[in-house]
């Protein structure tokens, strides 16, 4: 059998613990494959950890553990951020300003692995895009 490998993005992430139907029926599909080996990225984490302390986000019981037991829920290996990551950085074109994006992106085409992702905008870089 052969495993394919996906980085979910952060939106991806949230919908598959809390409201799988809010993803596309391909997204679905992916999470749902025991062929899948799925991702995310400690960026994600960065990403909600900003977004409950700034109030754009609730996540019971705090965003640590909600984390935690989502990755372990959903069967996820969680990408750590390392040096070609933000190295990958410089050779983005400036077409998407969130930077947390940008790094999930950067990550995505160092790893050689598609990413999971509803955002239109990134399908403007050369990465494999799913939704």
């Known amino acids: 059998m052969v495993t394919s490998t996906y980085l979910l993005d952060t939106a991806t992430l949230i919908w598959a613990a809390t409201q799988p139907e809010k993803l596309s029926a391909e997204a679905r ?5 025991d062929g ?3 991702m ?11 977004k409950v302390q700034k109030g754009k986000l609730s ?8 984390w935690n037991h989502n990755v ?3 069967g996820l290996s969680v990408l750590p951020l390392r040096q070609e990551h933000i190295e990958q ?6 077409v998407h ?10 990550q995505a085409i160092a790893e050689g692995v598609p990413l999971v992702s509803p955002d239109e905008a990134i399908g403007q870089y050369p990465v494999e895009v799913f939704w």
């Open 72 to 74: 372990s829920e959903l």
């Open 89 to 94: 950085l410089w050779t983005l074109p400036w």
């Open 97 to 106: 300003r969130d930077p947390a994006d940008r790094l999930l992106i950067a």
């Open 40 to 50: 995310v990225s400690v960026v994600s984490l960065m990403e909600l950890i900003v």
């Open 29 to 33: 599909k992916i999470c749902a494959s």
């Open 36 to 38: 899948a080996h799925l």
């Open 59 to 66: 996540l019971a019981p705090d965003p640590l553990r909600w």
